[in-house]
């Protein structure tokens, strides 16, 4: 599915047809071992879903595809397939490229049957890391020379189908010989930072220093981070960004010290029918996420944990948006308009 | 130590000298286990100390007095004396409350030996539980009736010899009716808010959510919090404020969103020998703090991390510090010079 024959890509496609099935790096596994899922139902790739096997915006709205032509090969009564659609749709609701692949996959079907539905599935995945290699090449121009970056959660080659998109732009930036380095904020409770985004970097040959999601502050204060560039799980209308919890304090903190705060997102990211970040529902996941870690429980038995996976950044912080088809300044309304249809 | 004789304290004393020894609760084991350490000599103490089985700014004081009574009654030459002290001091960088207790001990020993540094040391520790009541009752003021109050790593009974600083204000409002209840990050990369402050809170039976650093943002831009309060390692003569790692986040959201921002710190917490926050040094403490948790490596092998223990947050984004002596306003120069002499 990686489209460059030119060379081996240290990271192999997060998701991809296989023999009738769809494999999928386990992300649960990394960084200690790679090993990959494949799911032959559309019950199996629900759980890798929302088990977080497969993550990241763009890599769901390929799974949302890829698991419609499972449920269009698989289940014999239409009515079947629909449900199916609509199951793994609500597998996780903030991201809306998840519902944005189910739905392109499931239009071809009812246009074209199960061969469609996998052709237009096989063409979100390559589209999706040639939009990657797009949104690195123009956001390269937003990573000044030997660049700081620091980045949140995993936005690279794990979150799409390959390739990236804030870690996209940061690896366009180390192609073109810029030398960024990066930070990477370990991102608490499911260590996305730690565990998948240090682990592209480290096979990418980019720098990469580790710290824990509280010490971005000190590192602004110190004048250590030349850019934050991010990705998005859904951008409103408006310009307000949906992102891994966390990334809001990243933009506040960004305002504070005059540091340029990009987004990098595919335009699938981009929902029109929600007007602002108001709007856009933000999942809660299982409190034991923040409470156990690496099997451990680290608070009291009984005490309670909140657990709000996103925040919403609002657009009058974001610097720009990086889509595949050019850099988006405010402004947002009209540019994520165009740039979406 | 814990000096009300009316009730029993759900938390025994952090610290006290019994049997020629200093009895610490080993804050390592917590939450899962109420477990003791003796030490018997300095060695042991300055060990319990860089490991953090004892820490906080105001216990830290009254283990640096112990200590200083340890070594006037376990070592045989006054220059072995004066250099135990200085190891003490050593053991760490941030917190000045540490050489603060050293020095007063070892005053206390020139002039008349090893019982008059004990004595020192047992009053340093009567007089934090006692100040921290007063703190406690000069804090409470600023909690509102059934206030959503957030907190940061632990500034609790366990960073003090009993009752707290922060919590102390926590559990001052409690006491008199307020129905507070706390929201507790977690504080990575030691989780002192999961493994220490809940506990706290929940043997005070006071209503705690255990969060992940980075979701304070999201809780403030949805209204859930109505006041931050937090302890301080250091304060320098501008009211600048070292703690925690994540603390200056902290006060940059909370003034982003109009919260008060409270540091509760006794007096020994003033350090009118340094100017401002960017004279304080901070800790650097050991990477594997970031990439191992509960024995597992969390990052790829090989990956760097970086771990600054604390960091600083300016005067001008601190509402109000409250002391044994009062509650101190902005500007914070001459107020912090009268309070602290």
């Known amino acids: ?49 929302s088990t977080m096997a497969v993550r990241g915006a763009p890599a769901l709205g390929a799974a949302g595809a890829f698991g419609v032509a499972l449920a269009a090969r698989t289940l014999s009564d239409d009515a079947n397939v629909r449900a199916a659609a609509r199951r793994l749709g609500g597998a996780r609701p903030t991201a809306i490229n998840l519902t944005w692949g189910v739905d392109r996959a499931l239009e071809a079907w009812e246009r074209g049957g199960a061969d469609a539905a996998l052709a237009e599935a096989e063409r979100i995945a390559a589209a999706d890391v040639a939009g990657n290699r797009a949104i690195g090449e123009h956001g390269a121009g937003l990573v000044p020379q030997s660049a700081r ?19 996209g732009v940061v690896r366009a930036a180390h192609e073109a010989g810029k030398r960024p ?3 990477v904020g370990e991102t608490r409770p499911v260590l996305q930072g730690a565990r998948l985004t240090a682990w592209e970097l480290d096979r990418l040959g980019i720098p990469v220093t580790l710290i824990a999601d509280a010490m971005a502050g000190s590192l602004m204060a110190s004048g250590d981070v030349d850019v934050v560039v991010v990705g998005a799980d859904r951008i409103a209308a408006n310009g307000d960004v949906a992102n891994k919890i966390g990334t809001y304090p990243l933009a506040v903190l960004a305002r504070e010290h005059g540091v340029p705060f990009v987004v990098a997102a595919p335009t699938s990211t981009i929902d029109l029918d929600t007007p602002t970040g108001s709007a856009i529902p933000v999942e809660e996941r299982p409190p034991d996420e923040v409470a156990v870690v690496a099997g451990e429980r680290i608070a009291p038995t009984g005490v309670a944990a909140a657990n709000r996976a996103f925040d919403v950044t609002p657009a009058r912080l974001v610097t720009a948006i990086v889509t595949e088809r050019g850099v988006l300044r405010p402004p947002y309304e009209d540019a994520l308009r165009t740039a979406s249809t």
């Open 1 to 49: 599915v990686v489209s460059d024959p030119t060379h081996q890509d240290p990271i192999p496609p997060t998701i991809e047809w296989r023999q009738g099935r769809v494999r999928l790096i386990d992300q649960r596994a990394l960084p200690g071992e790679l090993r990959f899922v494949e799911c032959a139902s559309v019950d199996d790739l629900c759980d890798a879903i």
């Open 149 to 167: 970056v620091l980045t949140h959660c995993n936005a690279g080659s794990l979150a799409t189908v390959g390739y990236g998109t804030a870690l």
């Open 181 to 183: 380095r990066a930070w």
